[in-house]
């Protein structure tokens, strides 16, 4: 039985009780046109099974989205004749997760399409103490 929840707006539309506009389709995801969409082909990549986010998401399922997104970036690149493509995945209301179901963005880009060329992210300036601080935590 497929894990769902009742309250969550992309279970409906992953299992088709929500009309959207559907550019994809397996057993796995169901991938759609955004509704608020970046640019021209902003499409999601939405697993069929509820998980919140990343640190949910089953490593089978995980791999599998990262090859559905390789192939439709480059469906999507050759169809939409884009000048490039970014591949976003929030989690957290802090990083900007709005829809706590998993879900891929894919984002053709284009010369003219009016957004900033980079993330809208601050960069900031760590002392070499500092990275090799952040560095010690996290290495495996
Ligand atoms: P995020 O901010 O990463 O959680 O992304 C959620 C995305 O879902 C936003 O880009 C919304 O525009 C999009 N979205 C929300 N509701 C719908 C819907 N009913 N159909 C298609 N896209 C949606
Ligand atoms: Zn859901």
């Given at each position: 039985?497929?894990?769902?929840?009742?309250?969550?707006?992309?279970?409906?539309?992953?299992?088709?009780?929500?009309?959207?506009?559907?550019?994809?389709?397996?057993?796995?995801?169901?991938?759609?046109?955004?509704?608020?969409?970046?640019?021209?082909?902003?499409?999601?990549?939405?697993?069929?099974?509820?998980?919140?986010?990343?640190?949910?998401?089953?490593?089978?399922?995980?791999?599998?989205?990262?090859?559905l997104a390789k192939k439709l970036a480059s469906h999507i690149a050759e169809a939409l004749t884009c000048d490039g493509f970014n591949i976003i995945q929030n989690n957290g209301e802090i990083a900007g997760q709005t829809v706590f179901h998993f879900h891929m963005h894919l984002i053709p880009r284009y010369e003219d399409d009016g957004n900033q060329d980079k993330l809208c992210l601050n960069h900031l300036e760590l002392s070499e103490e500092e990275l090799e601080g952040i560095c010690q935590k996290l290495r495996k």
């Open positions: 039985m497929k894990m769902k929840d009742a309250n969550c707006i992309f279970c409906k539309i992953a299992a088709g009780e929500i009309p959207s506009k559907t550019i994809y389709e397996d057993e796995t995801f169901r991938v759609i046109l955004d509704i608020n969409p970046a640019t021209r082909g902003h499409a999601l990549i939405i697993p069929k099974e509820h998980y919140a986010n990343i640190y949910e998401l089953p490593e089978d399922t995980a791999a599998a989205a990262m090859v």
